[in-house]
């Protein structure tokens, strides 16, 4: 069975940082096109990063680019996206998914909730 399970989201103040982590189980990360993206109360998905298998490539949304970075580890099988310089618009509900950006972005996790505020 496909599990994804979210962590380490929680209140930073703006411009602090927080890591992510993804969790995966079922499937190993290295092998598929991993995705990071929030959701903010009343808003539909934003992709955030998406991984390709073995790291041959990663992209970033331009909100984002130069201030959170993505990263995988292998043995852990787990995912991780690592914020910096966090700015209040960072606030929503972070999930990873299995799956490249223009999708439905499922497998999914449930969520860990990031909230930027002072």
């Known amino acids: 069975e496909v599990q994804l399970v979210e962590s380490g989201g929680g209140w930073v103040q703006p411009g602090g940082s927080l890591r992510l982590s993804c969790t995966a189980s079922?499937?190993?990360?290295?092998?598929?096109?991993m995705t990071w993206v929030r959701q903010a109360p009343g808003k539909g998905f934003e992709w955030v990063s998406t991984?390709?298998?073995?790291?041959?490539?990663?992209d970033y949304a331009d909100s984002v680019k130069g201030r959170f970075t993505i990263s995988r580890d292998n043995v852990k099988n787990t995912l991780y996206l690592q914020l910096y310089s966090a700015k209040t618009e960072d606030t929503a509900m972070y999930h990873c998914?299995?799956?490249?950006?223009?999708?439905?972005?499922?497998?999914r996790g449930q969520g860990t909730q990031v909230t930027v505020s002072s």
């Open positions: 991984i390709r298998p073995r790291g041959s490539s990663i």
């Open positions: 079922g499937f190993m990360l290295r092998d598929y096109v």
């Open positions: 998914a299995r799956s490249p950006r223009f999708t439905d972005y499922y497998p």
